[in-house]
């Protein structure tokens, strides 16, 4: 059964950092892409960004409200991937979504989502 | 990129039949076989209903089916039932990393079964 497990949401200051890990089991880890979605109190669903497996060069793409504050990593022999949050302001409030996505280069549908943790930024 | 665009309510009744639809533009929509569908339960993890404009994952029921038509796509729901009361968003590729987001949704369309 394939199962993602988000942690290390909580609340943090304006301008502080938070890393989230998502420890994924029931599936090859290593063949997948791997992407962040967030969704803030009330509102839709908003895309983060995706770590590509290491067949498409592990790369990864941003959406432009995180690009340069965001980095996800990936580590494969542990099968977890992790959200890295620098320069948190008060609009990255959100419950934060990991999703196994398509194991392409794109990395365009997400199959299995974890259960969501919550990031609230406030001082 | 702008979200894609969702009516923001629709209804129907048990038995009958409903359409959503998600406009977008020929650089994600129109321009890409990947469009996507999630439902949504209040407090839940969105759940993957339709991907590639039409597949279906193993386990969803056949009365969820998804189209496309130039830059709009479409999830249809036959023989409604209570617990399809939900959230839907759409969601698409949108290729251009250079230039904004790779992956757009929607902004959600909330089902009620009457």
């Known amino acids: 059964e394939v199962q993602l497990v988000e942690s290390g949401g909580g609340l943090v200051q304006p301008g502080r950092s938070l890393r989230l890990s998502c420890t994924a089991s029931?599936?090859?880890?290593?063949?997948?892409?791997m992407s962040w979605v967030r969704q803030a109190p009330g509102k839709g669903l908003e895309w983060v960004g995706f770590?590509?497996?290491?067949?498409?060069?592990?790369?990864?793409e941003y959406a432009a409200s995180v690009k340069g504050r965001f980095t996800i990593s990936r580590d494969d022999s542990k099968s977890i991937a992790y959200l890295q949050m620098n320069s948190l302001k008060t609009e990255d409030t959100a419950v934060y979504y990991c999703?196994?996505?398509?194991?392409?280069?794109?990395?365009?549908?997400?199959?299995?989502w974890g259960q969501g943790t919550l990031v609230t930024v406030s001082s | 990129q702008s979200a894609l665009t969702q009516p923001r309510s629709v209804s129907g009744s048990p038995g009958q039949s409903v359409t959503i639809s998600c406009t977008g533009t020929?650089?994600?929509?129109?321009?890409?076989?990947?469009v996507s569908w999630y439902q949504q339960h209040p407090g839940k993890a969105p759940k993957l209903m339709i991907y590639?404009?039409?597949k279906r994952p193993s386990g969803v029921p056949d009365r969820f089916s998804g189209s496309k038509s130039g830059n709009t796509a479409s999830l249809t729901i036959s023989g409604l039932q209570a617990e399809d009361e939900a959230d839907y968003y759409c969601?698409?590729?949108?290729?251009?990393?250079?230039?904004?987001?790779?992956?757009?949704f929607g902004g959600g369309t909330k089902l009620t079964v009457l």
């Open positions: 999703t196994r996505a398509s194991p392409t280069y794109s990395g365009s549908y997400y199959d299995y």
């Open positions: 029931g599936f090859t880890f290593g063949d997948y892409a």
């Open positions: 770590i590509r497996s290491k067949a498409y060069g592990g790369t990864t």
């Open positions: 020929s650089s994600d929509v129109g321009g890409y076989n990947y």
């Open positions: 590639d404009v039409s």
């Open positions: 969601c698409s590729y949108a290729g251009s990393y250079t230039v904004g987001p790779s992956v757009v």
